[in-house]
């Protein structure tokens, strides 16, 4: 399942290839795409997982961007 969300308030490039990277490496995760410039992240996983994903998600992004929320 490929699925795009909205980011709001993230603040630099280098925090979203950082998330970009981190989300990769999750467990499930096809592929990830993290743009600062369209403050959009795109996420291709596991249908049968994909909640479980996206809460692991939400707790890679908030560790590196504490300010940044996605829009779900």
């Not at 993230?10 to 989300?23: F, P, R, T, V, Y």
């Not at 995760?29 to 996983?45: G, I, N, P, R, Y």
Request: charge should be negative; include cysteine.
């Amino acid at each position: 399942m490929k699925k795009r969300f909205k980011l709001i308030d993230l603040d630099c490039a280098n925090c979203a290839a950082k998330m970009e990277d981190a989300i990769k490496k999750i467990d499930g995760v096809q592929d990830a795409a993290v743009s600062f410039m369209t403050q959009k992240m795109t996420l291709e996983a596991d249908d049968a997982r994909f909640d479980a994903i996206m809460q692991e998600v939400v707790r890679v992004c908030k560790r590196i961007e504490p300010d940044c929320v996605i829009q779900l």
